[in-house]
Nanobody, 121 residues
Framework: QVELVESGGGLMQAGGSLRLSCAASGRFFSINAMGWYRQAPGKQRELVASITNGGSSSYADSVKGRFTISRDNAKNTMYVQMNSLKPEDTGVYYC???????????????WGQGTQVTVSS
């Protein structure tokens, strides 16, 4: 059983910073791409940042220059440092990992439980 556990959300004033973490546990072979998604009230879930197993990252235009995604492969953990937070960053943040359970090409999608980030103006 693979589980992703998130931490680090909370309430922050605009201009502040938060750091989210997502740790994978259980039995698996390797982790491929990782990503952070967010879902604002009344909106669809959107990808805000992703990182490959080689460390290449990409960002949604709305967070470029403010968010930094990173991963620690030894700890099976992913982070996102969120700076200069804006009220529009408010939402539930979900981590996603594409995980190979065994030495094959098949990868499976796993999600964290979600953590609330609220940015007040």
């Amino acid at each position: 059983q693979v589980e992703l556990v998130e931490s680090g959300g909370g309430l922050m004033q605009a201009g502040g910073s938060l750091r989210l973490s997502c740790a994978a546990s259980g039995r698996f072979f390797s982790i491929n791409a990782m990503g952070w998604y967010r879902q604002a009230p009344g909106k669809q879930r959107e990808l805000v940042a992703s990182i490959t197993n080689g460390g290449s990252s990409s960002y949604a235009d709305s967070v470029k220059g403010r968010f930094t995604i990173s991963r620690d492969n030894a700890k099976n953990t992913m982070y996102v440092q969120m700076n200069s937070l804006k009220p529009e960053d408010t939402g539930v943040y979900y981590c996603n990992m594409k995980i190979r359970l065994r030495d094959s090409l098949t990868q499976y999608n796993y999600w964290g439980q979600g953590t609330q980030v609220t940015v007040s103006s």
